[in-house]
């Protein structure tokens, strides 16, 4: 549904985005990911044809960007950081007069929007009186007011509260549920874990790319932690191929494998034979922002 290929931007001698090549597959979400300045809204103003690439080209709903954009941006709805309203008037004219900008002249169309988005009841009041929270769902509604089959969406819950926050991604994970496709833009590497499908790290160039256990794997293995009854006096002899690594921090026994569900019975069976009193076995959790950093620090040495 989405579709770029070696996607550049320079701005003079800087380059905001380098040679960036990505599909995002139909009812898909995919977090764009990177520090301030990696060319995550740049990417998103190239691919609604706000901005015109220095090269490469990008497609969405079968649409080439560079040449047809004015057949793209029917398919797209847009949230972005700071959406702007004509606060003087009420919620419901603001949805109708955006509404009417996409060939909406559907009164209803505007009705089930609102409803989708939770404003109905506050459909008279003027934008002026609504909290940032409440402001964000107005933003959802106008970019779905159209029903688009992509969503391009920058920073949606960046300064809500924590409770508007939860109510904007609950909408956002409703609207996976209807297939639609979404390209969101975050800092919240939490919110990008539990909503996205996969995410991609950005920093001018794509650094990574794929689920986040796919990346936590990538980047750390994976490592099971078996809690003792009592400490090894030394680090056991295991004499086990499928033992990549072992470290002994008191009583907890780290050791890396790459099939725990596999190998943890074989593995556990000897701890025993050796004398261990395991009290539990779990594989060590890991986060999505030990792999950003971990992926930053690798292309900062770069």
């Known amino acids: 549904m989405i579709r770029t290929v070696k996607l550049t931007r320079a701005f003079g001698p800087r380059l905001a985005v380098e040679d960036l090549t990505l599909e ?10 990177g520090p301030n300045g990696a060319g995550k809204t740049t990417t998103v103003r190239m691919l609604a044809g706000l901005l015109s690439p220095t090269s490469g080209e990008a497609w969405v709903a079968g649409h080439c960007v560079n040449k047809e954009p004015e057949k793209v941006r029917p398919q797209i709805g847009i949230v972005p950081e700071n959406p702007g309203f004509y606060k003087r008037l009420s919620v419901r004219a603001n949805l109708r007069f955006f509404a009417e900008l996409y060939g909406v002249r559907d009164g209803r169309r505007v009705e089930e929007t609102l409803d989708l988005v939770g404003l109905s009841q506050r459909a008279e009041e003027p934008v002026a009186t609504l909290s940032k929270g409440l402001r964000q769902r107005l933003a959802l509604a106008r970019a779905l007011v159209h029903d ?3 969503l391009l969406l920058d920073e949606p819950t960046s300064g809500l509260d924590p409770e508007a926050a939860k109510e904007v991604r609950e909408l956002l994970a409703g609207l996976t549920q209807e ?5 969101l833009c975050t800092h919240n590497l939490s919110e990008a874990e539990r909503l996205c ?3 991609a ?4 160039r794509l650094v990574a790319l794929g689920t986040p256990e796919e990346l936590k794997r990538r980047i750390f293995g994976r490592r099971v932690v078996i809690t003792l009854q009592r400490p090894f006096p030394e680090l056991p002899q295991l004499g086990l191929p499928f033992v ?16 725990p569900e596999r190998h943890n019975p074989v593995l556990i069976r000897k701890l025993v034979e050796l004398g261990a009193e395991i009290v539990y076995v779990a594989e060590e959790a890991r986060t999505l922002e030990e792999v950003y950093l971990e992926l930053l620090e690798g292309e900062d040495a770069h």
């Open 201 to 204: 790290l950005l920093k001018t």
């Open 179 to 183: 297939k639609r496709t979404i390209l």
């Open 24 to 33: 995002v597959e139909p009812g898909e979400m995919v977090a764009l990911l």
């Open 148 to 150: 688009p089959p992509v």
């Open 197 to 199: 499908h996969r995410v």
């Open 244 to 259: 990549r690594e072992m470290h002994l921090d008191g009583k907890k026994l780290f050791v890396s494998v790459d099939e």
